[in-house]
């Protein structure tokens, strides 16, 4: 209730967009998960050619959220958000009536633009209207697109198991309603004159300010830490207890944890801790989810009986534990350092800008993301033919701990005021 109740506090506005971050999570979850084993079973695809055309996705997305910043500032947030809801009704559609691999690649494709276009859009739309509530709504924004990112493959894998077009079109259907209602309820706001300037100039200047560009980096991590929930984590649940649905498990706490602690916590530490030591508290809770995963690797899997019994289900249990944990202390870390760190990089940015130092904070993350999950897959690979099979936590450990000190110098000189 209190997270209703605070919701409603802010702007007509920014509840829009709160609904909309819940929208579009919960009609991307529908389909996506089960896109990999569609394109495997139903068009008979290599793995290769499935990562690449999934892969491809994600790059589309990272790769130009730069352009929907700059769009969402030189022409504004609300047709820029629109556009991008519309374009993943296009996406979502072709999924449901092509049947072609190159028709399948350019949905794929799509799919990753509209996000590049809505996701600054609509970050640099709520940092603007919420003002000095900045952080409330982006932690309220980022519990919308949990529970649309866990109730989605719900629904998902009921369609699914009737036909994959049915998943495919009830998803177009809601970014469909989802783009109408916005050309209806998102108020229009007047572009500011700064946002005209060349564009090249507004990049080169936040390139060269210095504070945002070292806090960027810094943070940048969080996604590819973020992305251990679809890597490591559910993987290692499966593994250590046997049980396939261990990983739906690890969303599930992840969710709740969220829905839960998230507000509070905000509140507590937006009392007690400057904004860069928040984040460093994040980031040192996420460096340590990693040690009792680590642990977990070494770990032998819970013997799998014939039968159900009590005994298995305690065994489970217990040898869920360690990656229980680490599903708690990577919720809490995240659920702290990623309001926070979109609030500080919506600080930076002059007025009229804020879309375009999103989408350069974003596309550094894409970066990280790309080249760390490369790293880390060779390192788990290089683990487990040495019998090592904590290397791949170890580095993500070392990595968000790397950043939690980067945070507290820039803190300490003064950079994030």
Not at 296 to 317: E, F, M
Not at 358 to 369: D, E, M, N, P, S
Request: net charge positive; glycine share 10%.
């Amino acid at each position: 209730m209190r997270t209703f109740r605070l919701a409603r506090s802010l702007s007509p506005a920014v509840q829009v967009l709160l609904v909309n971050s819940f929208g579009i999570a919960f009609g991307f979850f529908i389909l996506i998960p089960f896109l990999a084993t569609y394109l495997r079973d139903e068009h008979h695809l290599t793995a290769a050619a499935v990562g690449a055309i999934l892969g491809l996705r994600v790059f589309c997305q990272q790769g130009l959220t730069l352009v929907g910043g700059i769009a969402a500032d030189r022409f504004g947030a609300r047709p820029v958000i629109i556009v991008g809801c519309a374009l993943r009704c296009v996406a979502f559609g072709m999924f449901a009536v092509v049947d072609q691999v190159v028709g399948l690649v350019a949905a794929s494709m799509l799919v990753g633009l509209a996000g590049a276009f809505f996701s600054p859009a609509a970050r640099a739309y709520i940092a603007v209207e919420a003002g000095e509530r900045r952080l409330d709504a982006f932690a309220l924004q980022n519990i919308a697109s949990t529970v649309g990112a866990l109730t989605g493959p719900l629904l998902g894998s009921v369609l699914v198991a009737v036909d994959f077009q049915w998943t495919a079109g009830v998803s177009a259907g809601i970014f469909a309603v989802l783009t109408v209602w916005q050309c209806f309820a998102l108020p229009y706001r007047p572009v500011e004159p700064l946002a005209t300037r060349a564009l090249g100039v507004a990049v080169r200047d936040a390139l060269h300010n210095r504070s945002f560009l070292g806090f960027a980096v810094a943070t940048s991590v969080l996604f590819l830490l973020y992305n251990q929930f679809y890597l490591l984590l559910p993987l290692e649940a499966t593994r250590v207890t046997g049980w396939a649905g261990a990983a739906g498990c690890v969303f599930l706490v992840s969710t709740l944890v969220t829905l839960g602690t998230q507000l509070r916590m905000i509140k507590w530490l937006h009392r007690h801790f400057a904004p860069g030591l928040a984040i460093v508290c994040g980031l040192v809770a996420i460096a340590a989810s990693f040690v009792p995963l680590a642990w977990s690797t070494t770990s032998t899997p819970a013997d799998s009986p014939g039968s159900l019994s009590t005994g298995w289900a305690v065994g489970i249990l217990v040898a869920a534990i360690p990656v229980l944990v680490a599903t708690l202390l990577l919720t809490l870390g995240l659920d702290v350092a990623q309001p926070y760190a979109l609030d500080l990089v919506s600080g930076f940015a002059p007025v009229g800008l804020t879309g375009t130092y999103i989408g350069l904070a974003t596309t550094a993350a894409g970066i990280t993301t790309a080249l760390g999950n490369t790293a880390i897959g060779y390192a788990d690979d290089l683990g487990r033919q040495w019998s090592t099979p904590w290397i791949s936590s170890a580095m993500l450990g070392t990595l968000a701990f790397g950043a939690a000190v980067a945070v507290a110098v820039l803190q300490r000189r003064g950079r994030l005021t």
